[in-house]
């Protein structure tokens, strides 16, 4: 039973680029949470997304940010012209329900960096 | 705005000996906390959790310690073991709210064997 997939685990971007980042859930999640880890901080909550849906976007920045969890295929965060300040750590998680806080499964991460 | 604090970035313990991280959080909705350990390159790895209706959450070597007057969580590791080097991460949440984890910055732990 695979765990959560991110690809790539390393991206590497230059400013005003576009950045795709894309996460496979557990077999059987339908949840799918996107976190983001900049230098010396914590994981910070971004989007929350069930198939075809967005549930909580409150922690995603206004512009040059979008999810998606399409019926069929990976969830993505797409990054619009990225900026030095994006670069960090973007973590994805899922979960089979949505009301249990501890059965959020973390993939190993994508490390974007904006050259 | 940091609702949930690891004062301490890094800690340093005997291998056998007990193991005390720490968390602070400022948010009094926070009804449900955790704590996660991450290995470098690697995704976070949940560990434990405790619901505000306890106050103490068991399960092996691991004890968390929530003291919510304080508002204060602490983890327990006893007896550490090298194994046991990672960043730990504590997160609380509201149940009922939403979905959002509230991250605290982590805490180095290295056991030294």
């Known amino acids: 039973n695979a765990g959560v997939m991110q690809n790539p685990r390393h991206l590497v971007r230059r400013r005003g680029q576009e950045a795709r980042l894309r996460c496979s859930p557990m077999?059987?999640?339908?949840?799918v949470y996107w976190y983001r880890q900049l230098p010396e901080e914590g994981l910070k909550f971004m989007v929350y997304?069930?198939?075809?849906?967005?549930?909580?976007e409150s922690g995603m920045p206004k512009e040059r940010f979008s999810a998606e969890f399409p019926k069929e295929g990976p969830s993505i965060l797409r990054i619009q012209q990225v900026v030095r300040g994006d670069s960090a750590a973007y973590f994805c998680a899922s979960s089979q329900v949505a009301d249990h806080r501890d059965t959020q499964y973390f993939g190993p991460g994508t490390r974007l960096t904006v050259l | 705005d940091q609702q949930v604090k690891q004062n301490s970035p890094s800690l340093s313990v005997q291998e056998g000996r007990i193991s005390i991280l720490n968390c602070d959080y400022t948010n009094s909705m926070f009804d449900y906390f955790l704590w996660y350990k991450k290995y470098p390159a690697e995704g976070p790895t949940f560990l434990i959790s405790i619901s505000s209706i306890k106050d103490k959450n068991e399960d092996g070597r691991f004890t968390v310690f929530l003291n919510k007057s304080a508002k204060h969580l602490s983890l327990h590791i006893v007896p550490s073991q090298p194994g046991d080097s990672a960043v730990y991460f504590c997160a609380a949440t509201q149940m009922n709210t939403g979905n959002q984890f509230y991250f605290g910055t982590g805490t180095s732990l290295t056991v030294i064997p």
């Open positions: 997304l069930q198939k075809e849906n967005i549930i909580d």
């Open positions: 077999k059987g999640h339908s949840h």
